[in-house]
């Protein structure tokens, strides 16, 4: 098996960094740009719309709904934060969060039959 190491990526996808409503067309150019940016950066990705919320600084409960972007990559740390700092201006926030956790991985694939 193959070490690599799986990144997902969190980003808000409602509001801008001074909390101004995204508008849809906004959202739209982000999603193309950062799809075809984190296909061609790691050969694929897996997408996902998210629902979650935060504790702001005076102890609200933030709800929001969110992207999740997961790469699994060999390529290094450094690249992957500049992914992760593009995918952020592109929805303009002031902050995403990205995870990491080194995995095993094998592709299954379909096995040609015996003659």
């Known amino acids: 098996m193959k070490h690599t190491t799986c990144y997902v990526l969190y980003v808000g996808s409602e509001k801008d960094a001074s909390g101004r409503a995204l508008p849809a067309e906004v959202i739209a150019h982000a999603l193309r740009r950062i799809e075809h940016l984190t296909a ?44 992760a700092d593009t995918v952020r201006v592109a929805f303009e926030q ?14 299954v694939e379909e096995q040609a039959a015996a003659a």
């Open 40 to 83: 061609s950066a790691f050969g694929g990705y897996t997408f996902a719309e998210a629902y979650g919320g935060w504790m702001n600084d005076v102890g609200t409960l933030v709800r929001e709904r969110s992207y999740r972007f997961e790469v699994v990559t060999d390529v290094s740390a450094a690249a992957v934060r500049r992914w």
């Open 94 to 107: 002031g902050s995403v969060l990205l995870t990491s956790h080194t995995q095993a991985q094998e592709m």
